[in-house]
């Protein structure tokens, strides 16, 4: 093979259609949905909630002094 031609031959068709391909577009993918809480947060949370209701029924259930005339 010579040195000065190109590796390789264009051939343009005589007929038909010619598609060209030479422009790079961006192709974005889906996006990803995120919560909107942490999961360790909702854990927290959940904790905390636990401990109030826990808190109020003590609260109910604790006898409540009477006051003295």
């Known amino acids: 093979m010579p040195e000065g031609k190109a ?3 264009e051939v343009l068709p005589k007929q038909g259609q ?4 030479d422009t790079a ?3 974005l993918c889906k996006p990803k949905v995120l919560p ?9 949370e959940a904790l905390q909630r ?3 209701e826990a808190a109020a029924r003590q609260a109910e259930e604790a006898p409540q002094p009477q006051p003295q005339a």
Not at 18 to 21: A, G, N
Not at 36 to 44: A, C, M, P, R
């Open 7 to 9: 590796a390789f031959l």
């Open 18 to 21: 010619l598609s060209v391909e």
């Open 25 to 27: 577009s961006m192709v």
């Open 36 to 44: 909107l809480k942490s999961v360790s947060l909702e854990k927290l």
């Open 50 to 52: 636990a401990a109030q």
